[in-house]
Nanobody, 116 residues
């Protein structure tokens, strides 16, 4: 069973940046994409960014295009997300996700709070 453990959340100010990391444990065969979603208070979960595990192709939501960078370290089995120029509306629980042959796995999330 795949387990995803996020870290790096916390409090920051508008205009700052956050670096999130996700450690992947368990079977890695058949994994397609890894990524990040987020859920702001009172809102639905939304896609933030994704990366193809093998090829490294990246995908971003329009809302973070140009401000976010997703990367993966195959040797360390980690996925990272950096978001710069944070905005108060970026306050959310950020979830690491993994898509594979058995469907999608979710981490428990890490809270990012951005103050104005």
């Amino acid at each position: 069973q795949v387990q995803l453990t996020e870290s790096g959340g916390g409090c920051g100010q508008a205009g700052g940046s956050v670096n999130l990391s996700c450690i992947v444990s368990g079977p890695t065969e058949g994994r397609f994409d890894m990524g990040w979603w987020r859920q702001a208070p009172g809102k639905e979960r939304e896609f933030v960014a994704a990366i193809n595990w093998d090829a490294g192709r990246t995908y971003y939501a329009d809302s973070v295009q140009g401000r976010a960078t997703i990367s993966r370290d195959i040797a360390k089995n980690t996925v990272s997300l950096q978001v710069t120029n944070l905005k108060p509306e970026n306050t959310a629980v950020y979830y690491c996700i993994g898509d594979g042959e058995n469907g999608r796995d979710w981490g428990k999330g890490t809270l990012v709070t951005v103050s104005s």
